[in-house]
């Protein structure tokens, strides 16, 4: 047996492609519905050695991954994941993009009333040394 078979047998399509969908936290309900199969379909799927193309496909998809990693990747290369891990890192890991967008604009409005009140002290300061200037 050579190596390419050899790393051909320690590739678990399936479990790469369970391992790497609980890394990005994506339910199997999301699966289900890009295949149009039930929830319990798609844990059989995660069992099998080798899925097809619609199947890897699909999860690639779904996950914003390349196929080749749920294809290719060794069995062993990837650690069993824990859910708890990924509970406790997703506060670091994950943001939402449109609650950053928003902070940001909060900060940009704060920053703009900051510098109208600026603005508005020197206007005053400069209005009163006008007042106390001889004509």
Same mark, same amino acid.
């Given at each position: 047996?050579?190596?390419?078979?050899?790393?051909?047998?320690?590739?678990?399509?399936?479990?790469?492609?369970?391992r790497?969908?609980?890394a990005?936290?994506?339910? *199997?309900?999301?699966?289900?519905?890009?295949?149009?199969?039930?929830?319990?379909?798609?844990?059989?799927?995660?069992? /099998? *050695?080798? !899925?097809?193309?619609?199947?890897?496909?699909?999860?690639?998809?779904?996950l914003?991954?390349?196929?080749?990693?749920? /294809?290719?990747? @060794?069995?062993?290369?990837? @650690?069993?994941?824990?859910?708890?891990?990924?509970? *406790?890192?997703? *506060?670091?890991?994950?943001?939402? @993009?449109?609650?950053?967008?928003?902070? !940001?604009?909060?900060?940009?409005?704060?920053?703009?009333?900051?510098?109208? !009140?600026?603005?508005?002290?020197?206007?005053?300061?400069?209005?009163?040394?006008?007042?106390?200037? @001889?004509?």
């Amino acid at each position: 047996m050579n190596n390419t078979e050899n790393n051909k047998k320690d590739v678990h399509q399936g479990k790469n492609a369970k391992r790497l969908r609980e890394a990005k936290g994506v339910k *199997q309900d999301a699966i289900a519905m890009e295949l149009g199969i039930s929830q319990q379909a798609v844990s059989q799927l995660e069992r /099998r *050695q080798e !899925l097809d193309d619609a199947t890897i496909a699909a999860y690639a998809k779904v996950l914003e991954i390349d196929e080749v990693f749920i /294809r290719n990747m @060794p069995d062993d290369s990837l @650690p069993e994941v824990s859910a708890n891990f990924f509970d *406790q890192s997703s *506060q670091i890991l994950n943001f939402n @993009p449109l609650d950053k967008l928003m902070e !940001l604009y909060s900060e940009k409005d704060q920053l703009y009333e900051r510098m109208i !009140l600026e603005k508005e002290k020197v206007n005053n300061y400069l209005e009163k040394a006008l007042e106390k200037s @001889p004509k």
